[in-house]
């Protein structure tokens, strides 16, 4: 079946580093591709997503690009804050099934 | 006001116990979702309801069951709660048109110990 693998966590960075959290994917046919993020005590939200091949998602300076050749969705940030602490979840949508599959999620921590 | 409630938001129960979790929409949203969270293994589904008469088994469905009350409401049920139920349970909602059914909004979550 479709599943989705992320980077393990914990990730600790110090702010306005660079950010990479690696996601990768495996799924019959052509999946939507989300990242979800989770700050604590809260549900999860959407993030950024991409339906098709070399869509790039975007928002808060976060981006990510539908890779089909590697089957990768990675997350990057130029220069995170504080307020990027959060849990980071990659996603599928299984078109058939017209389910999400969630990876395991990845957890950041930045420090002042 | 929140789009999606959960309610309890927490929730301290015993072995062998009946349990039900609420949910709550006001997206208008066809479409609702039952997630259980647990540490490093991501959201798993419990079950999906694509509408009022229809709902369907998750990849983990044993051990819960759900009524579709309304188009705004979905509710679990844990029908006799067990220890390894304890962890962080998520409601969550998407539209049924083509292209926007691929996301999902999600509640704040409601955390189940069963001791």
């Known amino acids: 079946g479709d599943s989705v693998t992320q980077m393990e966590g914990p990730v600790t960075l110090s702010e306005e580093a660079f950010l990479t959290i690696n996601c990768t994917y495996t799924a019959t046919g052509y999946p939507s591709l989300f990242w979800y993020v989770q700050y604590p005590g809260e549900g999860l939200q959407l993030l950024l997503k991409?339906?098709?091949?070399?869509d790039k998602g975007s928002n808060k300076g976060f981006e990510a690009t539908y890779r089909k050749e590697t089957t990768s969705f990675h997350l990057e940030k130029g220069s995170v804050q504080v307020s990027d602490s959060a849990v980071y979840f990659c996603?599928?949508?299984?078109?058939?099934?017209?389910?999400?599959?969630f990876g395991q999620g990845t957890r950041l921590t930045i420090n002042p | 006001d929140a789009d999606v409630t959960q309610t309890p938001r927490n929730r301290i129960t015993k072995t062998g116990k009946r349990i039900m979790l609420e949910c709550s929409q006001t997206k208008g949203h066809d479409r609702m979702y039952w997630y259980r969270q647990d540490p490093g293994l991501g959201l798993r589904l419990i079950y999906y309801?694509?509408?009022?008469?229809?709902?369907n088994k998750g990849e983990i469905s044993d051990g819960y069951s759900v009524s579709r009350q309304a188009q705004a409401k979905f509710s679990l049920s844990l029908e006799s709660a067990i220890p390894n139920q304890t962890a962080l349970y998520f409601c969550a909602t998407s539209d049924s048109l083509a292209g926007a059914r691929d996301t999902q909004y999600f509640g704040p979550g409601t955390r189940l110990t069963v001791l």
């Open positions: 309801s694509f509408d009022v008469k229809d709902i």
């Open positions: 996603a599928l949508s299984d078109r058939r099934a017209q389910k999400l599959v």
């Open positions: 991409a339906t098709k091949a070399d």
